[in-house]
């Protein structure tokens, strides 16, 4: 394992969008146009990621990071720096905005592909967002320019799963990540409006996640129990206990090159949000789960979680289950440097 370089950028609230899965959804700040952090705020913070070790950065809201006014001052300082700069963004402004970054050094582009066509406007509450999301999208293509795709897995798009992540396969993003729904801030009494049982997500998530490999792009399956779980997709799942050292992620101010000190950061971010106990305790796997949201687990009475016994673990697993990282680092994307 090799711990997660690359700073996660906050650029202010503005937006555009209202994502029904958005965790600033019920904040008052999102979408407030004038709240955007200055230049100098992300210059220091950037500064700081670099100064402990960071080699990358990652413009990640909490609105939509091309609004902030500065944006492009933020890519061109990264770059005369040399630090890689990605940009998670809904993709729907014109493609030469997009084009004008590029042009002064960004890395590459992240899209939230969360449906597709009137869909995916709906969870947006976006009117028209999918078309000029895709006419972005299109003109990366066209232009060779690298982007990568996450789509927030819920309730109003788990059964079409299949069909979105079939059409984002063929537009060749070099990485394709399924995220969980992860009940923070004002979602934790209201998770349940937004999250899919695992047991009813499992074949879709297999599916998907299959046409992916198949295609040879890089896959993450983000926040996903491993007893819901076919054996041969669990390199690919990052639970809590290993996000800081997913490549794709970003870090939460606990980069260091001390393992000792890193391994404490993953078991206290696990402790933090993951469900504690049986059955979880007892499971032969649960140093690579590291089990599963806690209030997901409570809002779904249980998630029909159970312990994954050793004689169910494919032999190809069974040398490194007492081994930190064992099964995680079997997976390419987690040996992939977070720069195209």
């Avoid at 950028?9 to 200055?38: E, I, P």
């Avoid at 799963?161 to 060749?172: D, P, S, Y």
């Avoid at 047991?199 to 998907?208: D, G, Q």
Wanted: net charge neutral; glycine share 6%.
């Amino acid at each position: 394992m090799i711990s997660c370089g690359c700073v996660g950028l906050n650029v202010g609230w503005s937006c555009s969008a209202k994502c029904k899965h958005c965790f600033y959804r019920r904040d008052a700040r999102l979408g407030t146009w004038t709240n955007q952090y200055s230049f100098e705020k992300m210059k220091a913070d950037i500064d700081k990621g670099k100064e402990q070790g960071c080699n990358r950065v990652t413009a990640i809201g909490e609105g939509e990071p091309m609004l902030n006014k500065d944006i492009k001052r933020v890519v061109e300082y990264c770059t005369s720096i040399g630090m890689a700069t990605n940009i998670i963004t809904t993709g729907v402004l014109p493609p030469s905005k997009y084009e004008d970054l590029f042009n002064v050094g960004l890395n590459h582009l992240q899209f939230s592909c969360h449906h597709l066509g009137d869909k995916f406007d709906e969870i947006t509450e976006l009117p028209g967002a999918y078309v000029k999301q895709r006419k972005t999208m299109d003109w990366c293509k066209s232009n060779n320019k690298p982007f990568r795709t996450n789509t927030t897995v819920q309730q109003l798009n788990y059964r079409d799963l299949e069909t979105i992540v079939e059409n984002l396969v063929a537009q060749k993003p070099f990485h394709i990540s399924l995220l969980g729904f992860l009940p923070h801030y004002e979602w934790k009494s209201h998770s349940e409006e937004v999250i899919v049982h695992p047991a009813e997500l499992r074949p879709h998530i297999e599916k998907s996640a299959q046409m992916v490999l198949d295609a040879g792009i890089l896959l993450t399956i983000r926040y996903h129990p491993l007893c819901h779980l076919d054996p041969k997709y669990w390199p690919y799942v990052t639970n809590a206990l290993y996000v800081v050292y997913d490549p794709m992620e970003w870090y939460y101010n606990v980069f260091t090159e001390d393992v000792g000190k890193m391994w404490d950061n993953a078991e206290h971010m696990r402790d933090s949000v993951c469900v504690k106990g049986e059955p979880c305790d007892s499971c032969a796997v649960k140093l690579h789960c590291g089990a599963w949201n806690k209030t997901n687990v409570e809002a779904l009475s249980g998630a029909g979680l159970r312990a994954i016994k050793v004689e169910e673990v494919p032999s190809e697993y069974r040398s490194v289950l007492n081994v930190k990282g064992g099964i995680f680092d079997m997976s390419p994307t987690n040996h992939h440097t977070g720069i195209v």
